[in-house]
């Protein structure tokens, strides 16, 4: 969901949403779209909270990067003795979103324990905003607001994760 597409959602929605799903992690913060989410009340959900280190090679870019070995991620991580995707879900709860992941395994819910543990520093909490690699170009764009390799402008295509209203409740105008 771009924020035309969030605007027109808005306006023409009988029941207004109340969460916005989309790709949320330390390299692809979104941040324009996540204020905008959240100056109307519409609660950010992060899907990939760590990124996508395993993204299948159709779906990369040669400009794709790793949240986990990041420079920053790691010494954070390497502070709190914990994995980088710790500190990468840390982050999007301190941010202030909903982080939710694909996996359930038994050795992912044992880290749930770090959530509540030693939080990141607001220094820290600033290091990673310094690292987010969106750009106008960035894959997000070419799932929602301009026809990519995805699917459509409007972003029906395939891979596209923006579920955020039924059409059905969607008013005619």
Known sequence: MTIP?????????????????MEIHPHLQQQALFDYSIEHDVLPIGYMPIGSPSRPPRDRTPD????????VIVR??????????VVCVK?????????????QA???LATLRSMISEPLTDDE?????????????SRAMSFCGKP??????????????????NQQQIGNR
């Open 5 to 21: 597409k969030l605007e027109l959602v808005l306006r023409d929605a009988r029941i207004k949403p109340v969460v916005n799903e």
């Open 64 to 71: 794709d990067t790793c949240d986990i070995e990041d420079p």
């Open 76 to 85: 954070i991580a390497e502070r709190l003795n914990v994995h980088p995707a």
């Open 91 to 103: 982050w999007a709860v301190q941010h202030g979103h909903v982080a939710i992941r694909f996996r």
């Open 106 to 108: 038994p050795q992912y």
């Open 125 to 137: 909490m600033t290091a990673i905003a310094g690292i987010d690699k969106t750009t106008a170009s």
């Open 148 to 165: 990519g390799r995805h699917g459509s402008p409007l972003g029906h295509g395939r891979n596209d994760h923006t579920s955020l209203v």
